[in-house]
């Protein structure tokens, strides 16, 4: 009788004790939730597109001008667009587009340059065709992205940048077409 009082009453409070720990669970959602508000960290509630960027400056523009040549070799060779205006600190993505003219498969390797010189290291490329050796088989053509950012801190006596490619033949390089798709 003994055994089975004290059985009875390890059960009620392992039930007790079982119930407060669901509980306890389901209190601790908002109460995780209460400190990542106050905190302002790992935040689920509130949606990503109410973040804004704070390193663009909306207040002032600036202008950036493409150029393009082709040295020596029989290739079109030309931005997509000749000018866009944009704020400092905006991720901007332009193209360009080549074409080989030529009889035969070539490899090309673009190398900017920028006006006025001391610009060049505000200009942040994070994708670009410059990055690798591009190789065209006679007549193909592609279009290739360079993406970047105008860094905030660029000087403000600066309002227009103009970014220019040279092509130039890689000899000996392998003509192969690129495995990835050629974009560059």
């Given at each position: 009788?003994?055994?089975?009082?004290?059985?009875?009453?390890?059960?009620?409070?392992?039930?007790?004790?079982?119930?407060?720990?669901?509980?306890?669970?389901?209190?601790?959602?908002?109460?995780?939730?209460?400190?990542?508000?106050?905190?302002?960290?790992?935040?689920?509630?509130?949606?990503?597109?109410?973040?804004?960027?704070?390193?663009?400056?909306?207040?002032?523009?600036?202008?950036?001008?493409?150029?393009?040549?082709?040295?020596?070799?029989?290739?079109?060779?030309?931005?997509?667009?000749?000018?866009?205006?944009?704020?400092?600190?905006?991720?901007?993505?332009?193209?360009?587009?080549?074409?080989?003219?030529?009889?035969?498969?070539?490899?090309?390797?673009?190398?900017?340059?920028?006006?006025?010189?001391?610009?060049?290291?505000?200009?942040?490329?994070?994708?670009?065709?410059?990055?690798?050796?591009?190789?065209?088989?006679?007549?193909?053509?592609?279009?290739?992205?360079?993406?970047?950012?105008?860094?905030?801190?660029?000087?403000?006596?600066?309002?227009?940048?103009t970014l220019s490619y040279t092509?130039?033949?890689?000899?000996?390089?392998?003509?192969?077409?690129?495995?990835?798709?050629?974009?560059?």
């Amino acid at each position: 009788m003994k055994k089975e009082r004290a059985n009875r009453r390890m059960m009620v409070r392992l039930s007790i004790f079982a119930v407060a720990m669901f509980g306890f669970g389901f209190a601790l959602v908002p109460f995780y939730e209460k400190i990542c508000e106050v905190t302002g960290i790992n935040n689920l509630i509130k949606p990503a597109a109410a973040v804004e960027n704070t390193q663009v400056d909306k207040s002032r523009w600036v202008t950036l001008e493409f150029d393009s040549n082709s040295h020596g070799l029989e290739w079109d060779f030309r931005p997509v667009q000749r000018s866009v205006r944009v704020h400092p600190g905006e991720m901007i993505q332009i193209e360009y587009e080549v074409k080989n003219n030529g009889g035969k498969a070539i490899v090309g390797q673009a190398i900017p340059s920028y006006g006025p010189k001391h610009a060049a290291p505000f200009v942040k490329k994070l994708e670009c065709f410059c990055f690798r050796q591009q190789p065209l088989q006679a007549g193909e053509g592609k279009r290739m992205p360079v993406q970047f950012v105008i860094d905030s801190t660029l000087p403000a006596d600066v309002n227009t940048i103009t970014l220019s490619y040279t092509f130039f033949e890689v000899k000996g390089a392998s003509t192969a077409p690129a495995k990835s798709g050629g974009q560059g």
